[in-house]
């Protein structure tokens, strides 16, 4: 059971770039989240899925976007990477009313 | 969308102590109340979790309290161990939104 699984674990982009995060869940989980987490702070909501098909904005979200076309993925999309982009970003999924799984985060560097 | 006030930003305990952390909400539409714990480089984890029909949970060392009048929740870690230095975040249950964080030091 690997729980949540987000790649690739680095990653350095060079400004303007664009790139996807990836993040898979095997739990069935029908809610997805995306999180970033700047050094020594709080986790911020960027997007979130309560199910295939749906997906609704954060507090965030600017710069970002995202897909559910499946139960188990939740790609988080970045267009013209930003410097303020540099963050650690987590993938989380719940059952309705649950608590989360976190995956292990991606560490993005925008240069 | 709600914010949740998270106290106090850092906490440094002697082993043993019994460190406390609080968390105060607006609305009283939530009904699901939990505490993650981070450790540097990893993502937050699933410590301990509280309902409202319920004034306290205990899961070990580690206690929720819930005053449901004054719209606050407690974490309260019992005989704290340095293997328990991390940082300690509440949540808003149908919110999605973190509380700042609360840095705690157990030290030996």
């Known amino acids: 059971n690997a729980g949540v699984t987000q790649t690739p674990k680095f990653r350095i982009l060079k400004i303007g770039q664009s790139m996807t995060l990836q993040c898979t869940q095997d739990?069935?989980?029908?809610?997805m989240y995306w999180y970033r987490q700047d050094p020594g702070m709080g986790l911020k909501l960027i997007y979130y899925?309560?199910?295939?098909?749906?997906?609704d904005k954060g507090e965030v979200p600017n710069g970002y976007n995202v897909s559910r076309s499946t139960t188990e993925d939740f790609p988080l999309r970045l267009e013209l990477a930003a410097p303020s982009q540099t963050s650690v970003y987590f993938c989380?999924?719940?059952?309705?009313?649950?608590?989360?799984?976190f995956g292990s985060g991606t560490r993005l560097t925008v240069v | 969308q709600q914010q949740v006030k998270q106290s106090p930003q850092s906490l440094i305990v002697q082993k043993g102590g019994i460190p406390i952390i609080n968390c105060a909400y607006e609305?009283?539409?939530?009904?699901?109340f939990p505490w993650y714990q981070q450790f540097p480089g990893k993502g937050p984890a699933l410590l301990i979790a509280?309902?409202?029909?319920?004034s306290e949970k205990k899961e070990g060392r580690f206690t929720i309290s819930f005053n449901k009048s004054a719209k606050q929740f407690s974490l309260h870690i019992m005989d704290s161990q340095p293997g328990d230095s991390a940082t300690y975040f509440c949540?808003?249950?149908?919110?999605?939104?973190f509380g700042p964080g609360t840095r705690l030091s157990v030290l030996p």
């Open positions: 989380a999924s719940s059952w309705e009313g649950g608590g989360y799984t």
């Open positions: 739990m069935n989980h029908n809610y």
């Open positions: 899925s309560v199910g295939a098909g749906i997906t």
């Open positions: 609305n009283t539409a939530f009904d699901y």
């Open positions: 509280i309902r409202p029909d319920v």
């Open positions: 949540v808003l249950g149908q919110n999605f939104v």
